[in-house]
């Protein structure tokens, strides 16, 4: 979920992205906030979005106290043709409790607004329902979701059906810092199981105040041509 994420800085998961999702608590009163950050790579579970160059990235979020919530968020890309920016708009409800139990559900659309086929048509964007589950030890944050492929145009990265699971967890320390790993299969429905895959990745976040978040992350892919990649970021929530 590639935007969805605790921390501000982990970009990338129903993205669904690098860390997991937003959490969002009962007792919340509805607010409107604003993210801007920048990123030396854009990956998305587990491949990089900008041709492993860097990415400006930000967008705009309404959180109500119901559980509610919907936004948009923009990046720029590099996929070797014309396509020069993603945009993403979701909603969904999700909710915390006191005993650590947390979920998310919701969709979100993934737009290319200048892919376009020769008559004008999209080609390229698509839309997933997802859902997560959470857990707050106290220590340790546990999660786990689903990604599922429902809309495709005729060019999409994925297809209807294509699905994505995923599971990772968070561990804060020394108040500032927070340690994060996950795990993701991409699996494809329309092709053969070997295209399937399974990717990591492992982030070290460090909460700097008004100064935002920063991150260093490492992502690997298991397929025998890839090498570890490295990225590291910046944001920041108003």
Known sequence: MKKFTRSALAAAIVTIGSTGGVAFTSTATA???????????????GGSETDDGAAIQG???YEHESGFYTGTWVSN??????????LDLYLGFADDFDNGFGYDVGYVYYAYPDARDDDGSLSADFGEIYGEVSFDTGPVGLYGGIAHVVTDSSDSALERKDTYYYGGLDIPFMEVYSAGFLVGRQT???TDENDNYTHYTASLTRDAGDWGEFSFNLEYVDES??????????????
């Not at 607010?31 to 579970?45: C, T």
């Not at 890309?77 to 993603?86: A, K, L, R």
């Not at 041509?225 to 108003?238: I, L, P, R």
Request: overall charge negative; cysteine-free.
């Open 225 to 238: 041509d890839e090498d570890v990649g490295a990225w590291v970021g910046w944001s920041k929530t108003f």
């Open 188 to 190: 494809f429905d329309d």
């Open 31 to 45: 607010e409107l906030s604003v993210n801007i950050g920048a990123v030396s790579n854009y990956y998305f579970r």
């Open 59 to 61: 967008g705009i979020d």
């Open 77 to 86: 890309v590099d996929f070797g043709d014309d396509t020069s920016y993603e």
